[in-house]
Structure formats: C-alpha cells, structure tokens
C-alpha cells in the first residue's frame, strides 16, 4: 500500500497545535468501537516506541453499524469532550471506519486545537493495485451506506467495478475472534462471499479491509476464500500518517504505562485478559 496520504484514504487533520516542545509524555490516543483499533495501535507502537498510548473503547456503543448516523455523531463527539479533558492526548487516531467517515469533520470543528488522524476506505489504492478491475469493499453497513464512501469510488475508481459488501455479523465474529472464541467457518464464509465476483474472465483481486476489526481475521479469510486476493489493511499507514504529524521528539525519559478504557466500565474477563497480553493496564 502506498504510504503518501491520498485524499479521503488517511484523513488527517492541519498541524495546527502541534508545537516543538510539546510535553513529551502526553500520550496518543487511539479510539475504536471496540478492539479492533489494536490493529492500529499494534503498528503505532512499533514506529514509536517511546510515545504513551491510551487505546479507548466505546464497547458501551458497540457495534456502530446500525447506528442512526446523527445519535452516533452526538455520541462520538460528547465522548471526546470528556476524553480530551483527562487525557490531554498530543494526537487522536480514530481507528474506525464507520466512526471516521460519519464524525472526523465534526471532531475536527469541535476540538480545533487537537490534531485527528482519521481511517477511511482504502479505495484509490486498491484501485491503483488491481488488475483485474474488480475490487470489493468489505465493511460495515454504516461505512457502505455513506455518502463518503461513494464518494472515494468517484474520485478515485470509476474505472474499477467496485462492490460495497456491508456485513451485520463480522465485526462481532472478530470481536470474538481475538478473544479466542471460537468462530464458525461457514458462518464467517458466508460473510465474505459476497465479496467474490467471477465476470467476462475476471475475478476479484484485492478486498479492503474498511472495518479495523478485520485484519485480526485476515488469515481466516485467506483460508476461506474461494481463490487468493490481496487483503487490503491500512493500519500500517494509519500509523506512518499519525508517526508523520507528531513533533519530533528527541530523547524521551521512561514514560508511564499504556492503558485501556471502556465506555462500558465492564469488560469481560476474557477482554481484560487480551489487553494485559497487548501490555495495556486497565
């Protein structure tokens, strides 16, 4: 995947805020529905290995599909008045698709002095990447069904066929999934089959990713699919495009733990578990 910011694929927001001398232990803050966005914090945390990280998840709103888009707007942003206030993050990764491509600009006119590094639809590289000119989109219904979404295939892959697959049930297997749960293969195969089209000699090549809870699945789908395509996980160059908008740091003395929150205050014990093994202190 290219790693330059292609318009509406890795929205990010103006520099604005972002001073040389910021406070070297103020952490990033990474927000997802649920635990999805560790995908996103995993290669964050690579590339910057001295920041601190605060991963948020709204498992209280979990899963933001079916959301009515205005409710879930409100939610997002009242949200983010209470976690800005704590946590005083030096920058915000919202690592999630259905969240970026509803609420990035209202975050952005509400909070003007924190800079926010959205996620949305791969779409123009896959449409760059593909050969065969079938591409499909696996996401959740509140990404399919936006207007944004739509609008990425018109800016950037009006010479592709592009199917918007928008699956209820995934993000939930995943959920699972990366707890260790058990997951049943016909039921994630039927998730993913709509994304497969066979026409005129041609097949689908490459699926995105456009649900940050999928990756963690992307060896299930491999092994489930009907014939091989490229998987198409951003969180890579999430990470780069956050790593690229922080101010150098230099040398950093020992910052404080990485921690998790839950809107809900109650994660189960076998999530509790998964972010202890992630090195996340609840």
Request: glycine share 8%.
């Amino acid at each position: 995947m290219k790693l330059e910011e292609p318009v509406g694929q890795i929205a990010a927001a103006p520099l604005e805020g972002l001073a040389a001398d910021a406070a070297p232990d103020r952490p990033i803050l990474v927000f997802d529905s649920g635990i999805g966005g560790l995908t996103v914090l995993r290669e964050a945390r690579v590339l910057m290995p001295d920041r601190r990280f605060v991963y948020i998840a709204d498992d209280a709103g979990f899963p933001y599909g079916g959301w009515d888009e205005e409710a879930l707007t409100r939610r997002i942003v009242t949200l983010f008045g209470g976690f800005l206030a704590e946590h005083d993050p030096e920058i915000v990764v919202i690592a999630c698709n259905t969240a970026s491509t509803l609420v990035l600009d209202d975050l952005r006119r509400a909070y003007p002095a924190t800079p926010f590094v959205g996620t949305v639809p791969a779409i123009k590289p896959a449409a760059e990447r593909t050969r065969s000119g079938l591409v499909s989109v696996l996401a959740t219904p509140g990404t399919v069904k936006r207007a944004y979404t739509r609008d990425l295939i018109l800016s950037f892959a009006t010479q592709c066929h592009v199917r918007l697959v928008g699956s209820e049930n995934l993000a939930r297997m995943a959920e699972a999934h990366i707890r260790g749960d058990d997951v049943d293969d016909e039921a994630v195969r039927a998730e993913i089959a709509p994304c497969f089209i066979e026409t005129d000699g041609g097949r689908t090549d490459i699926v995105v990713l456009a649900c940050t809870h999928y990756p963690f699945m992307a060896n299930v789908f491999r092994r489930l699919a009907p014939w091989p395509v490229d998987w198409l996980d951003p969180a890579e160059a999430i990470a780069r495009r956050a790593h690229s908008l922080l101010a150098s740091s230099g040398a950093q003395p020992e910052h404080g733990d990485d921690i998790a929150i839950f809107t809900s205050g109650q994660p189960d014990f076998s999530t509790r578990r998964l972010m202890q093994g992630v090195g996340l202190r609840e």
